[in-house]
Each structure stands twice: as structure tokens, then as C-alpha cells.
């Protein structure tokens, strides 16, 4: 049975969509802790992260990197933080998340609460940075 984000992938079940390339997508997180929490994932189903294939896990390291890169000129930050959980849905992803003090990473933290319109300016103003 597909994961919930290869339903994301498929646009089955929609998303707040930052970046895409053959590989790899990257989107907004719902219940986010910061404004720009963005997941990437390997278009390839992979359920641990460590399971990727090498060559696929480090283009997906430079995606990631691309993408914070985007995040970090939205949202004037420190750092863009990036950690892998895995436990929420069995298919690899990356958190990435502005961060300017340690608190910021805190998953045991209430997330934020945005509307769909916030989420889609956010995931726009990301997509269109230089």
C-alpha cells in the first residue's frame, strides 16, 4: 500500500508543493514548527532513510540543500535545521526548518497552526526565491 506521500507524489491527496525535480519532492509541512518547515522525500518509495541507495541519498542530501538554501532567503534564520525521524510515515523524508536558537527543533513543542492560504503563500514565496 502506498505511503501517505507517495499519494502527496501522485496528487492524490494535495500539497503545498516547494520543489520538484525526477527524483525528489519537497513540500510544506502541515502542522509545521516553524514557518518554512519543509519535507523532502525520494520519489522512490524507501521506508528508512538509511535504506536509500547511496548515490540516490546524497543527490537527495544537494536537493535538500537547494531547497533550504530557498528557505533560508523567505525566512531570515540562523540556520535552516535538518533531522530525520522517520517514524511518522514509513517512507524516508528530511525535516528542514529555519531555526535560530535550539528550541526551534523541538518536535515535542506544539506545531503551528496555519490556514491553506498562508501555507500557499509560504510554499510560493519559497518556490519563486533566488
Known sequence: ?????????????????VAENDQFF??????????GHTLVIPKKEVDYIFDVEDELLGEMMVFSKQVAQKIKKVFPCDRI?????GLEVPHAH???????????????????????????????????AD
Open 1 to 17: 500500500m502506498a505511503s501517505i506521500f507517495t499519494k502527496i507524489i501522485n496528487r492524490e491527496i494535495p500539497a503545498h508543493i
Open 81 to 85: 535545521g535538518i533531522t530525520v525521524i
Open 26 to 35: 519537497a513540500f510544506l509541512d502541515i502542522s509545521p514548527l516553524q514557518k
Open 94 to 128: 528530511i525535516h528542514l526548518v529555519p531555526i535560530s536558537q535550539m528550541a526551534d527543533m523541538n518536535f515535542a513543542k506544539e506545531k503551528m497552526t496555519l490556514s491553506q492560504e498562508e501555507l500557499a503563500d509560504i510554499a510560493k514565496a519559497i518556490r519563486e
